[in-house]
């Protein structure tokens, strides 16, 4: 499975524009955060005013009864912008972090709901790893970016801006001198970044790439043990961590040469300043108290100007790791209900498929020209060899696929113009493989019915035989099974998706090789469970093991994406020669003879 390489354009519009939705939700919030920014850099710029005037009273006034009144009030007016400042702060804290776990909330709820929209085949060939931490840093990412922007590039901005202004009032020179160095610095700050922001997005796709590779792994921990694949794993781990460190190396010494550039760009501004504020003053043109205020205007520029090389690593590694689940968002789902898509209604239970084809995404063909017709209440079983399309045609009966010519109908409604939760609500599925959620067992065989009681809990896994085996737990109901259910047996885990598919009680039934993973006697009883299951419902059928279909009303043996036959388990038998008797010979115990084949 390969990582896509990210897109070179429009990667931090595509993000910025997302996230400037996100924040317009909550206007007053984001007016709080501006409303403390200007407040915090206002009295930022005129405290070291005041003190100004105060050092030049002190100096060219000295100890003088009365100018008492004026210093007083100059102290005071200093006073009350420090206090102003911290209250800007204050409101800027609070009105920030309200915001920020607001849209982040929204973004992860909105991340995540169009995850789980995407179709079946966009979590085959993603790994679920890397999907989840998309979306975990879908949200982070809002955070850092909104942190740089508006705490840490707009307010060096605005102060920026107001010091360029107060020192154009005291000294037109040092004004021109502190603007010509500010375009200066933010123009080749900017050419930097942008020659960065490759190395940061190469970063995060390997970033992606090493936690999609790792939970790959974990995840099938069993076959790299039974396989004796640690070294072999170890040495591909190995691989990718090297194609990793590669890519964080090339980001990060790009970071310390960013560093470099800016260190001694501040440091020469502050030199600079300085010196001619010091020319300035021995010249006259200047007061004591404007070259202190110089000197104080210079120490909290550089401070702030030398936090913009930190905001913006940080803001580019943001738009970098953002983009991944920007780019998930903007592709569209493959399956999507029309406009105006009506809610399914299933009096009967009729299917058919009307000349329906289907082809994979790499032009495959599976079916063509397929037509199959099922009556209400009719109880189906699909037979045929690997690969003939048998789950095909089910995943199709359930959208996870949509047909590419002719068209599935359910009691004469097309399936395309009903909605994808309708659809699915009306039909319950148990898998070849089922997995379970890590939660309790109480909850998996609930999800089909979120409402059920525990009575209807219990009376399902009854019919179902898990009562049994839960009934021994500690925990009982309670007990959590582990991820995808690793606590407990196939068959169990079996058993509990039948559950589940018993209390949903949905007028379509399809079994995939639902008894497949159980024992003789555990499906003896869940055949047994199953009949009573399957009245009064339509039922489609997929299995290999002949003998648990021999009393379907009627067995479809599909072979090459076709309907080969047709029929009852006794009018298929007596088909000697036909795809039916051979494999029911082969299931039996019979060999084929040269003459079969």
């Known amino acids: 499975m390969q990582v896509k390489k990210p897109r070179k354009t429009g990667h931090a519009w595509s993000v910025l524009k997302d996230y400037a939705r996100a924040t317009a939700k909550y206007p007053w919030f984001f007016f709080g955060v501006l409303l403390g920014i200007a407040t915090t850099v206002g009295t930022s710029i005129a405290a070291p005013l005041f003190l100004k005037h105060f050092i030049d009273l002190v100096t060219t006034i000295g100890v003088n009864q009365q100018y008492l009144h004026a210093m007083l009030l100059t102290l005071g007016l200093y006073t009350l912008s420090v206090t102003g400042n911290w209250l800007g702060v204050r409101i800027q804290m609070w009105t920030v972090t309200q915001l920020e776990a607001r849209v982040a909330r929204d973004l992860f709820t909105r991340g995540f709901n169009y995850l789980v929209g995407h179709g079946h085949d966009f979590f085959i060939n993603n790994f679920a790893g890397t999907l989840t931490r998309r979306v975990s840093r879908y ?17 060096t901005f605005l102060f920026t801006a107001g010091v360029i202004v107060v020192l154009f009032t005291q000294n037109i020179y040092l004004g021109i001198g502190l603007l010509t160095w500010t375009i200066l610095f933010v123009f080749l700050m900017y050419l930097i970044t942008i020659w960065r922001y490759k190395y940061k997005l190469a970063r995060a796709a390997q970033d992606s790439r090493l936690t999609g590779v790792l939970s790959d792994t974990v995840g099938n921990h069993s076959a790299v043990t039974l396989f004796a694949a640690e070294v072999g794993e170890s040495k591909h781990f190995a691989s990718v961590v090297y194609d990793w460190y590669q890519a964080t190396i090339r980001s990060w010494n790009s970071d310390v040469l960013v560093y470099g550039i800016q260190g001694f760009l501040t440091r020469f501004a502050q030199v600079a300043l300085l010196l001619v504020g010091f020319y300035l003053w021995w010249q006259g043109s200047i007061t004591v108290g404007s070259l202190v205020l110089v000197q104080i205007y210079a120490i909290s520029l550089i401070d702030q100007i ?5 905001n913006l690593r940080q803001l580019f590694d943001a738009l970098s790791e953002a983009h991944e689940m920007i780019e998930v968002m903007e592709e569209p789902h493959a399956i999507q209900d029309i406009q105006g898509a009506s809610e399914l209604a299933v009096p009967e239970g009729a299917i058919s498929f009307n000349s329906v084809g289907f082809a ?52 004469g409604t097309d399936i395309k113009t009903v909605t994808q939760q309708s659809l699915r609500r009306a039909i319950a ?83 995939d090789e639902a008894t ?59 088909q000697e020669g036909g795809l039916y008797h051979k494999l029911w010979s082969i299931q039996a115990g019979s060999f084929l003879t040269d003459e079969d084949l």
């Open 139 to 155: 949200s982070h990412a809002y955070q850092q970016i909104f942190n740089s922007v508006m705490e840490g590039m707009v307010p």
């Open 306 to 310: 030398g936090s913009i090389s930190g």
């Open 516 to 574: 497949s993973a159980l024992d003789s006697e555990s499906e003896s009883l869940i055949q047994d469970a199953l009949k009573t299951l399957m009245e009064g419902k339509t039922v489609i059928v997929i299995a290999h093991r002949l003998s648990t279909i021999m009393k379907m009303d009627r067995i479809i043996v599909i072979e090459d994406g076709k309907i080969a036959a047709d029929g009852n388990h006794d009018d298929l038998l007596k």
């Open 360 to 411: 994979f995404a790499d032009k495959s063909e599976v079916l063509s020209d397929f037509d199959l017709n099922i009556k209400p209440g009719q109880r189906v079983a699909l037979v045929g060899p690997s690969g003939a399309g048998k789950t095909t045609i089910t995943k199709l009966l359930l959208r996870l696929h949509d047909v590419t010519s002719g068209s599935i109908a359910i009691d």
């Open 429 to 511: 599925f148990v898998p070849q493989e089922s997995t379970l959620f890590h939660r309790s067992l109480k909850e998996n065989i609930a999800y089909g019915k979120p409402d059920a009681t525990d009575e209807e809990i219990i009376a399902a896994a009854k019919k179902a035989h898990c009562h049994e085996f839960i009934s021994k737990l500690a925990e009982g109901y309670d007990t959590h099974v582990g991820e995808r259910g690793v606590k407990l047996s196939g068959g169990e885990r079996q058993r509990v998706a039948i559950a589940r598919a018993i209390l949903k009680n949905a007028p379509i039934l399809v079994l």
